[in-house]
């Protein structure tokens, strides 16, 4: 099963910018889409991006769109999510997670991936 390990969260004013990056402890990293999602504090977990396994093709989350990139370096097994022009609603608990299937192309459906990380926590102070 694959590992994900998630990093870069923190606290940042309103308007600056995160990186996040998402270990992953597999071999065959560069096979899977993957995808970043969040959890507000007493909300649901919802989409944020996902990239397809050659990073070809990414799909965003209206909330991010224009203001956030994912990417993917398969050398490091590594995926990102640069965040500028935060807002304090993009305060959450970001999870990274590994798609069910190989090859397939990017999901906004939570039900697509089955691996996940522990997450990192994102606050926006305004």
């Known amino acids: 099963q694959v590992q994900l390990v998630e990093s870069g969260g923190g606290l940042v004013q309103a308007g600056g910018s995160l990186r996040l990056s998402c270990v992953a402890g597999?071999?065959?990293?560069?096979?899977?889409?993957m995808g970043w999602f969040r959890q507000p504090s007493g909300e649901e977990r919802e989409f944020v991006a996902a990239?397809?396994?050659?990073?070809?093709?990414?799909v965003y989350a209206d909330s991010v769109k224009g203001r956030s990139t994912i990417s993917r370096d398969n050398n490091k097994r590594t995926v990102y999510l640069q965040m500028n022009t935060l807002k304090s609603e993009d305060t959450a608990v970001y999870y990274c997670?590994?798609?069910?299937?190989?090859?397939?192309?990017?999901?906004?459906?939570?039900?697509?991936?089955?691996?996940w990380g522990q997450g990192t926590q994102v606050t926006v102070s305004s």
């Open positions: 597999i071999r065959t990293f560069n096979w899977y889409t």
């Open positions: 990239i397809s396994w050659n990073g070809g093709a990414t």
């Open positions: 997670a590994a798609a069910v299937t190989p090859w397939g192309a990017p999901s906004r459906a939570e039900n697509q991936y089955n691996t």
